[in-house]
């Protein structure tokens, strides 16, 4: 029978408030008694979520039917419950700072002055008087506070969704719809937020993010790389993300990760979209024959049964499948390999094939018949079999010596504007086994920046969830990378 009489602790986290109820009292009354959160819209009736807090509490209860229906499964998971529905029955931490932020109503009662005021006198000899103050009204800074969020990314002919919870700032919920198509229509009728509440059972969202695969420049452009539009479906805003024609969202990704000062952005897969920045300004260096490298590039991405390994005096080579005649040469094989064949002076500085008669005496002959001709041009044998020959040809090695050559010149206009560099990313839409080691074996990488370079892969699309920190992208595009200019 004592029991009845318990008094639980409630501690309101980050404020220096506790308050004590008998056990079984009703969380929100509680709270609302102590004027520490407003009445909400449907008096305590669980109807409108605008009690939600989290509950830091051992043995969390769980949450009852009524909860269950108006809060996503992913908050409820994370430890957020309806304060209407909540009984209190042991000591618990109520976190309710986004309730608490909501203007409270309250009476203001002025009572009317007994005597008047007496006038203040000032005169030219009275040089001390004091006049009452104007007080001092300080201006209101507006911040934004992160809202929860919906990542949905359409590519591949499928949709991808990832939740994004503003209270622990991440990804916690993620899925496959099942008709991706419904999306596109969703869109174009205007029911996007049925889409969402009905296709993909995901509720308590505020806001919405589709990356779209599909090339387009019907919207605002974003640093030369995406097409920006906006629009509301309800009462929720909706942003689309296309990328630009000759551009791709993956990019995109890739591109959100580099933020830093001083450092230049380098795609090895685009690089006519490569970037430095610099206090604010986001600087484009664009490439004119970024599509032959590209076509490089995906040339040794292409093949079934790459080579995965060049010995240094290029005598031994291994495919991925060893059974197998490799098809492809990886480019970070196709690096070091052409490293190699400088050293062995098989190639020039610009990586031009010598004819055998311009060889140095000092060649072994074994180096000497493997340099002959792929479909009537300038070749080298680097594996052959009963089953297939492999060549490096002089198209590649031409194309290597551009990369080389424009990367060294893009860092070295970068560290003009910028001085010394704090970081060179190297960026490719996949990753590639020792794509660095090739990098820097083959003289890419000026020398004093060979230990702040980094290969960066592929990022996923869930690392898109940080532009839920702004109220829209473009306030975080300006906030974090500022301005935009080429150096065209």
Known sequence: M????????I????????????????LYSSLVAENLI????????GLCSQCKVHISQKNLAKPNGQERKVLAKMNLDAGFRLACQTSVKSDMVVDISELSAQPLTEEIHIKPLQKPLNPITVTADDKEAELPKKPVIKPHVATFTPLDGLLLNFSSGRVKYHV????????TQEGLADNPFELLTAIESGTLSDYIYEVLKIKDIDRVLVFMDSPSDMGEPLFDLVSYSSFETGSMPCEIIHPLPDTDINLFFRFLSTRDKKRIFIPLDRLDRVYYFRDSIVTRIPFRLGKNLRDLFNAASD????????????????????????????????MKAAANMLRLKLVDNELNLYPRNALEPSV????????????GKPAYSLFRDKQATLYITQEQLTNLALVRKFIRSAIEFAEASLGNLESVIISTPHQ?????KGILSFGVIPKHLEKVTAHMASIS?????????????????????GSYQSSD
């Not at 004592?2 to 008094?7: A, D, M, R, S, T």
């Not at 590639?432 to 660095?436: A, G, T």
């Not at 699309?461 to 990378?481: D, G, H, P, R, W």
């Open 11 to 26: 501690r309101i986290k980050n404020q220096d408030k506790r308050i004590e109820v008998q056990s079984g009292a009703n």
């Open 303 to 334: 093949g079934k049964n790459p080579v995965s390994h060049v010995s240094d005096d290029l005598r031994t080579v291994k495919a991925t499948l060893e059974h197998y005649p490799p098809d492809t040469i990886l480019l970070a094989e196709l």
């Open 2 to 9: 004592f029991g009845f009489n318990k008094k639980i602790v």
């Open 364 to 375: 072994p002959l074994e180096y000497v018949v493997k340099l002959t001709q792929s479909e």
């Open 164 to 171: 994004y919870s503003a209270s622990v700032d991440g990804v």
């Open 461 to 481: 699309v869930a690392s898109a969830a940080k532009l839920f920190l702004e109220q829209n992208v473009k306030t975080y595009m300006i906030k974090y990378y």
């Open 432 to 436: 590639v086994n020792d794509l660095l």
């Open 38 to 45: 407003p009445p909400t819209l449907c008096g305590g009736n």
